[in-house]
């Protein structure tokens, strides 16, 4: 189905319904947001399932089960991608980003879902607060307005935390509502020491804490 100058490349299946919306090809896509873009997918060499370009100026690249509601969105490509808030994008994966401008690069069931968000890759992670980051790792919470969370099971529950967690299975985690800045690392503990958190010290440096793992292995 075509309509208001939109247009179909090939492939079959396809719906190209918004106003100047376009279907490259591929099967079973839809484009029903004005100007939406789907450039084709929707078939992995079993199964048939379409990507859908709901949102205004959404776009998806590729890939197959993805879905671009959001006004602006973008999803490059995957499987089962969502990109629902406005301007939101998904670069690749199994992800969502549900939030005004959030991001995921890619990875495996992570989501982006505060405003302005980013996620890097990896798996299971989740930046939920304004500005929050986790540049990958496993299972990594960034909860605090501008916290950061890496590595394994890190989790930065208040605005401005820096936290990492390594292969313990408790990571690291911050619970006390402390911001922490500074230009250098001062080191007063060894970096050898397995998870931890970031703690402010004098002179703009950090001063560096173990958490304690006594989770069975």
């Known amino acids: 189905m075509q309509a208001n100058y939109a247009s179909i490349g090939g492939g079959a299946s396809n719906t190209a319904s918004g106003p100047y919306a376009t279907v490259g090809g591929g099967d079973h896509n839809t484009a029903s947001g004005a100007g939406a873009v789907v450039g084709g997918g929707g078939f992995d060499g079993t199964n048939h399932d379409g990507n859908q370009a709901t949102g205004d100026a959404s776009t998806i690249g590729g890939g ?5 509601s959001g006004g602006s969105a973008t999803i490059g490509g995957g499987l089962n991608n969502t990109a629902s808030g406005p301007g939101a994008s998904v670069s690749g994966g199994y992800n969502t980003a549900s939030n005004w401008y959030a991001t995921v690069a890619g990875g495996d069931s992570s989501t982006a879902s ?3 968000a980013t996620i890097g890759g990896g798996g299971f992670n989740t930046a939920s ?6 540049p990958g790792g496993y299972q990594n919470a960034a909860a ?13 529950n208040h605005p401005g935390t820096f ?8 990571g690291g985690e911050f619970d006390r509502q402390r911001s922490v800045c500074g230009p250098r690392l001062g080191r007063r503990e060894p970096l050898r020491r397995r998870g931890g958190y970031a703690d402010p010290v004098g002179g703009g440096g950090l001063d560096l804490h173990h958490r304690r793992c006594d989770v069975p292995r």
């Open 163 to 170: 936290v990492w967690g390594d292969s313990d299975r408790c």
């Open 64 to 68: 197959i089960r993805n879905l671009a």
């Open 129 to 134: 607060a304004y500005a929050a980051t986790v």
């Open 144 to 156: 605090g307005d501008y916290s950061f969370a890496a590595g394994r099971n890190a989790t930065a």
């Open 114 to 116: 505060g405003d302005h």
